[in-house]
């Protein structure tokens, strides 16, 4: 990939991180100040394709940054995050999320050369 592409697809991912940013701050201000909140927190096992340590950091990072969501810990093989979810009543989709959300364009930034 070239490093046009490259900084295109890092361009993308700050762009949908403030977006994704602006969105889980209104979801969970909406759980915290409703009446009676009705969420589902979990933890939930996401798995990473990220290919190289800082890939691996990075999506960790947006991760828990992310108001409603932090990671809580990274497998020793970095294939697997743990993450505490406020609001996950599909583990499975609230994973599925997540990776296409960020790691989907981590994995354009790190390119095909990058190995783990």
């Known amino acids: 990939m070239s490093a046009g592409r490259r900084a ?12 994704d940013l602006v969105a889980a701050s209104l ?14 927190p979990a933890i939930v096992a ?6 190289t340590e800082w890939g691996v950091a990075l999506f960790a990072y947006l991760v828990s940054t992310t108001p409603g969501s932090t ?14 979810f406020l609001d996950a009543p ?7 999320d997540v990776k296409a959300l960020y790691e989907r364009r981590i994995l354009q930034i790190e390119g095909p050369e990058a190995s783990r």
Do not use: E, S
């Open 8 to 19: 295109g697809a890092a361009f993308a991912l700050f762009g949908i991180f403030l977006y």
């Open 27 to 40: 979801a969970v201000a909406r759980i915290v100040l409703a009446r009676r909140p009705r969420h589902a």
């Open 46 to 51: 996401v798995p990473v394709d990220a290919r």
């Open 71 to 84: 990671c809580l810990h990274v497998a020793d093989d970095r294939r697997t995050l743990y993450v505490h």
């Open 90 to 96: 599909d583990a499975g989709a609230r994973a599925a």
